[in-house]
């Protein structure tokens, strides 16, 4: 079982370059989320997702942008790359929010130069 | 007060050995409760969810203090794979999202 699928797992950028981190998920879940985490930071809150077409901001959502066109899909957007967005990425789905388990992504190590 | 709070650790134990986290939240709202393992630049993974009458499995017992808003997990007879970060996650309440904790780092010892 494929489970949510990150890619990519490393990925170095240069500041101002734009790219997306794409997730997947095959267990038909409809609530998606992307977390960043940094030392001493825990696990912090970009955007979310409660099904295809719906989105929302989290805790962190400055610099980057979401689009939830199917149930499966959840892509980051990072517009335009800052060094203070150098940090690991990971991508969660679940059966519903806040009750059910979270399931994650391998997660993306990304540096900003 | 930070809404899920816990004591990083590390805490170093040799193997065999019974080890006690805690955990306290906030938000009295809070309805869900759940705890991960993160190993070292892996990505987190449900250990297991707390209910309001605590559960076991195995060798993991959870507890969950309402009055106090605090919630326990206990590790006995601890082994060399148990050395992971252990995050305590609560739900934040009317909204539903979840709320991480820092992490406990165990390590355990041979």
């Known amino acids: 079982n494929a489970g949510v699928t990150q890619t990519p797992k490393f990925q170095v950028l240069k500041t101002g370059q734009s790219m997306t981190l794409q997730c997947a998920q095959d267990?038909?879940?409809?609530?998606m989320s992307w977390y960043r985490q940094d030392p001493g930071m825990g696990l912090r809150l970009i955007h979310y997702?409660?099904?295809?077409?719906?989105?929302d901001q989290g805790e962190v959502p400055n610099g980057y942008n979401v689009s939830r066109s199917t149930t499966e899909d959840f892509p980051l957007r990072l517009l335009s790359a800052a060094p203070s967005q150098t940090s690991v990425y990971f991508c969660?789905?679940?059966?519903?929010?806040?009750?059910?388990?979270?399931?994650f992504g391998q997660g993306t190590r990304l540096t900003v130069v | 007060r930070k809404e899920v709070e816990q004591d990083p650790g590390p805490f170093n134990v040799p193997e065999g050995a019974t080890v006690a986290f805690n955990c306290t939240y906030s938000?009295?709202?809070?309805?869900?409760f759940f705890w991960y393992r993160q190993d070292c630049r892996k990505e987190p993974k449900l250990l297991m969810s707390?209910?309001?009458?605590?559960n076991e499995d195995g060798r993991f017992t959870a507890q969950l203090n309402r009055a106090s808003q605090y919630i326990s997990l206990l590790i006995r007879d601890s082994k060399l794979s148990d050395s992971a970060t252990y995050l305590c996650?609560?739900?934040?309440?009317?909204?539903?999202?979840?709320?991480w904790g820092l992490g406990t780092s165990l390590a355990v010892n041979p």
């Open positions: 969660a789905s679940s059966y519903s929010t806040g009750i059910a388990e979270a399931f």
């Open positions: 267990m038909n879940h409809e609530y």
């Open positions: 938000n009295s709202a809070s309805q869900s």
């Open positions: 996650v609560v739900n934040a309440g009317n909204n539903r999202k979840l709320i």
């Open positions: 997702s409660v099904g295809a077409g719906i989105t």
């Open positions: 707390v209910y309001s009458s605590g």
